[in-house]
């Protein structure tokens, strides 16, 4: 049983989100779906510990969740001909018919993004539901409270199901309205695959690489819309620095000691193109494309030594004034702190920005903190800051990382 258990969960990390939205498009109701996919999980807990894990078991999933959504409608006293060409849709697939569409999971993003939500709930639902991804975990994306997270994702299905919105992609006309939020929720999916919020890993590269096709398939829809190019070159450029991200045993390896051999030439010569996309259409860059910019300042630098920083502070300054926000000052004084003579006027920002208090949950502050002090030779105040990241740290990588380097201060 508690094989099975096991499996069952790992698998629902992987492939849940597609179960979902494969059963969204063919129920067109997005609650029912969860529902449905729900009772296909309570089916085998109760059926595979006798029968067996099938060969292939999200198929087994998609497919005992489509006959209880069969089996609903016909107990239904009227049933209306909508629900009857769906039945009898269903009833034509194979039981093991597990080819979800490519773009189901984005379907369900744009479903998700409907205007009737507010901004807030449509980013929090589509996290919730296309990532799978906890409310803790959603909470700490959006640098926002729990409890704050729930009720904005309980809100927006109840929203979305007295509101009847169907599972469909709208039509084009409607794009632009749900496409800010629609490349939110991509970015931050990246983000947690870039660097995880929580667990035991401190890169997930499934939710990275899906953040990243969702991306590939969007530019494809979109061709003219120059900040669906920039965040792909944005994730083009992040993700060509995976397989240096990390050591053998899975430990995070910061950016300055990277092994640069290690990053995706491929990658990176996508994410320039995508972001020369950008200024060809002639409609200047926007936060995404700016921090794409950035990054190509990083994947061109023949050496960490040899990055320009003056460049990415004008750019950190350009992002401020479009998208301004604690984390990108934060980002932004960590780069001036590499420029001549900028430790001491990034260590007074880091000050400031501890003092508004907006990311007093977060390790962030006090990890950057941690860097300057230490820079700065006062290496028992950054022992302090490394320990007080750690402590505030929910990714165990990332914890352990800090704790080893507040240890390494100590016997120093």
């Known amino acids: 049983m508690d094989d099975v258990a096991g499996t069952l969960d790992a698998l629902w990390r ?52 489509r006959r209880r959504a069969i089996d609903r409608w016909r107990r239904r006293e009227a049933l209306d001909d909508r629900h009857r060409r769906l039945a009898r849709d269903l009833e034509s697939l194979t ?80 794009w632009k309205l749900r496409l800010d939020a629609v490349l939110t929720v991509v970015y931050l999916l990246f983000t947690e695959g870039y660097a995880a919020t929580s667990g035991d890993r401190w890169v997930r590269r499934d939710l990275a690489d899906e953040a990243l096709r ?3 398939v969007l530019a494809r829809l979109l061709p003219r819309e120059p900040e ?76 960490f030594a040899d990055t320009d920083w003056d460049r990415i502070v004008v750019l950190y300054d350009a992002l401020l004034a479009l998208s301004p926000g604690p984390v990108v000052r934060l980002n932004r004084a960590a780069a001036l702190s590499m420029t001549t003579d900028g430790t001491r006027p990034a260590l007074a920002e880091v000050e400031a920005i501890a003092a508004g208090g907006d990311l007093s949950a977060s390790h962030l502050v006090a990890s950057v903190r941690a860097e300057l002090l230490l820079r700065l030779g006062r290496t028992a105040e950054a022992r302090g800051q490394f320990l007080s990241a750690a402590e505030r740290a929910a990714n165990d990588r990332e914890r352990a990382w800090l704790e080893a380097k507040a240890a390494s201060l100590a016997t120093s």
């Open 14 to 65: 992987i492939e849940g989100s597609r179960v979902v939205a494969t059963l969204a498009r063919v129920t067109g109701d997005l609650s029912e779906a969860e529902d449905l996919a729900q009772e296909a999980l309570a089916e085998a807990l109760r059926s595979w510990p006798t029968a067996g894990i099938p060969r292939n078991p999200a198929a087994w999933l998609t497919t005992v969740a």
């Open 95 to 174: 039981d093991d018919a597990w080819q979800p569409i490519e773009d189901d999971l984005l379907r369900l993003v744009f479903t998700a993004c409907h205007p009737a939500l507010p901004r807030e709930g449509q980013v929090a639902l589509t996290l919730r539901v296309v990532a799978s991804l906890s409310t803790t975990e959603i909470a700490r994306l959006l640098v926002a409270s729990v409890p704050a997270v729930q009720q904005r994702v309980v809100r927006a299905k109840r929203t979305l199901t007295e509101a009847r919105v169907p599972f469909e992609v709208p039509d084009h006309t409607e």
């Open 228 to 303: 669906v190019h920039g965040l792909v070159a944005l994730m083009e450029l992040q993700s060509s620095r995976f397989m240096a991200r990390t050591d053998a045993a899975g430990d995070p390896v910061i950016l300055a000691d990277q092994d640069r051999r290690l990053w995706d030439h491929g990658r990176i010569h996508r994410g320039l193109a995508a972001l020369n996309r950008v200024d060809a259409l002639g409609r200047g860059r926007g936060p995404y494309a700016l921090q794409a910019a950035i990054a190509a300042c990083h994947a061109t630098a023949a050496s």
């Open 214 to 216: 969702m991306g590939r």
